[in-house]
């Protein structure tokens, strides 16, 4: 399985666009990339899924370089309800046995 | 109509006690899991199931038990509780290659 190497907290303000990176140096070729997200007192919720290049849903996009090794969640315009923490997850798509990292503390200010 | 649910929210009880906790899903997914985030916030998976294979995580000690009555229902087992066990537990399903639905957790405190 892939380790996963994310910020441990990124600071931003309300309006604005934010990246967050994860470097996944030893992804193998049949592993996705995955994000959760996780509010105070919750469970993760799922955010956006990808193997190479881009994907954007309504919540976010997802970047991913030509060789595979870091990838780039990006949320458009956050608010101060999109303070979380953020995982970036790497393995086989329904893989039993994914890890969550430590993930990357997101907090939004005024 | 809630996706995953557990019961109990909250759980406080003595060292070397039995407890459960329990879990459902009405999404029609195969598989369940439980989780475990310590006070840390390190999320770590414990079990995953379906009705054909269970798979533990070799890290989890066996006083820990998932119990499968159903296919919508997977429950967590814990004996002679102590007091590392306290933690938050998620339970998830999910279809097969698919992404994972979380419950909102419930904490357990021993005491």
């Not at chain 1, 380790?3 to 934010?18: A, C, L, R, W």
């Not at chain 1, 309504?58 to 780039?72: C, G, H, M, N, W």
């Not at chain 1, 798509?93 to 990292?101: E, H, L, R, S, T």
């Not at chain 2, 909250?10 to 029609?28: A, P, R």
Request: aromatic share 10%; charged share 20%.
């Amino acid at each position: 399985l892939a380790k996963t190497t994310q910020p441990i907290s990124m600071d931003s303000y309300e309006g604005q666009e934010v990246n967050i990176t994860c470097s996944h140096n030893n992804i193998a070729t049949n592993d996705y990339i995955t994000w959760y997200q996780q509010f105070p007192s919750q469970g993760p919720r799922f955010i956006i899924q990808g193997y190479k290049t881009k994907v954007t849903n309504e919540v976010a996009s997802l970047f991913i370089p030509a060789d595979r090794k870091s990838s780039t969640l990006s949320l458009p315009r956050v608010s101060l309800s999109d303070t979380a923490v953020y995982y970036c997850l790497v393995g086989d798509i329904g893989d039993d046995k994914i890890i969550f990292g430590k993930g990357t503390r997101l907090h939004i200010l005024p | 109509d809630t996706a995953v649910s557990q019961t109990p929210k909250y759980l406080v009880t003595q060292m070397g006690n039995d407890k459960s906790i329990k879990c459902e899903q009405n999404l029609g997914h195969d598989t369940m899991y439980w989780y475990k985030q310590d006070s840390k916030k390190f999320l770590k998976i414990m079990f995953s199931y379906n009705n054909k294979e269970l798979i533990i995580n070799e890290t989890v000690p066996n006083r820990f038990s998932p119990k499968s009555p159903d296919k919508a229902h997977l429950n967590l087992h814990i004996n002679s509780l102590e007091l590392g066990d306290s933690a938050v537990y998620f339970c998830a399903s999910s279809l097969p290659l698919r992404e994972q639905y979380f419950g909102p957790g419930t904490r357990l405190t021993v005491t």
